[in-house]
Each structure stands twice: as C-alpha cells, then as structure tokens.
C-alpha cells in the first residue's frame, strides 16, 4: 500500500460511522446511507490531493457528504419517490425491536427537519464538538447553542408525534 491508501484507510476509519449517521438521518434508508457514504468517500478519495489543511479533515469530509446528500435529496424530489421512501422506512421500522424501534423512529424523525437542521442535529448526536460543528454549519457557536436547542424541541415535537401514529 503506498502512503495515500495508507491515509486514506486511516480517513475512513475514523470518520465513515458518522458520515453513515449524517447521510441515514438525511435518507431514512439504511441502503441509501450507505450509496451515499460511498459516494462521499469516493469524492474524498478523489479530491484527497487537494485538501489544504485549513479545517479539520473531519470538517472537509462532513462539508462532502451533506453536498452529496443534499445532491441525492433534490434527484429523489424531482424523480417523486418521496412517499416509496416513506413506505420503506415505515416497513423497516416493523422488522425492528423496540429499541432499535426507537432509533429508527429518531432517525424519521431527523428526516422531517429542515436540511441545516438535519445536518446539525447529526453532528451533535456524533459527539462533535460545538466549535467543529458551528465552523462546518457556518454560524457562530453562540447562535449554535440556541439553534441546537431549537432543533431539540422540535425534535421532541415530531418524535412524539410519530410515537402516538
């Protein structure tokens, strides 16, 4: 292995468990988070030469992934599978036991936030810390702290009501 597959290896490692995390809360769908998590890793791969070190590795990756998701949404919005993917995570959610009921009616949740939202929400829920959080969401780390409070309430209000359905 030469010294670029080397890194790259070591990348992956570290990151791909919270880009699969971002891109299933952006999807829904275990077999397209993990389309996506490719395709992420591919551009990674791709554009590694290029990176300057100006951010956190960890910071470029995540930048990569939500565009590729953000990407994969519109295409899904224009090709109209919006409701196939709604029948498919609410067949999945039946396969699951209850705790694994509760992450996935969580993760539907996620879904039903707005993109930044989703995108944040994501990042805490991987352990990031504020200050990587708000350089890769573009605001402050102040106005963070109020926006993650936010997203939490609302959060509760949908989880709750999809518990009740």
């Known amino acids: 292995m030469n010294q670029k597959d080397i890194l790259f290896k070591d990348i992956f490692d570290k990151n791909s468990k919270k880009i699969f995390h971002l891109c299933y809360g952006y999807t829904g769908d275990k077999d397209s988070a993990n389309d996506l998590l490719q395709e992420t890793f591919l551009k990674v791969w791709q554009n590694l030469d290029k990176f300057r070190n100006k951010s956190l590795i960890s910071t470029w990756i995540y930048r990569i992934a939500v565009n ?7 295409s899904e919005k224009r ?10 995570i609410e067949n999945k959610i039946e396969e699951y036991s209850e705790k694994n009921e509760q992450i ?8 039903k ?11 805490v829920l991987d352990e990031l810390p504020y200050n990587e ?4 969401s573009g605001i402050s780390e102040g106005n963070l702290r109020v926006k993650i409070h936010r997203i939490k ?13």
Do not use: F, P, V
């Not at 996935?104 to 879904?111: C, D, R």
């Not at 936030?113 to 990042?123: F, K, V, W, Y």
């Open 104 to 111: 996935a009616l969580l993760y539907k949740s996620i879904s």
């Open 79 to 88: 090709q109209a599978k919006d409701e196939l993917t709604e029948n498919i």
């Open 133 to 136: 959080i708000a350089e890769i």
């Open 153 to 165: 309430q609302k959060l509760t209000e949908l989880y709750n009501q999809h518990a009740r359905i």
């Open 113 to 123: 936030l707005e993109e930044n939202d989703r995108l944040i929400i994501t990042m």
């Open 68 to 74: 590729t998701c953000l990407t994969y949404l519109r």
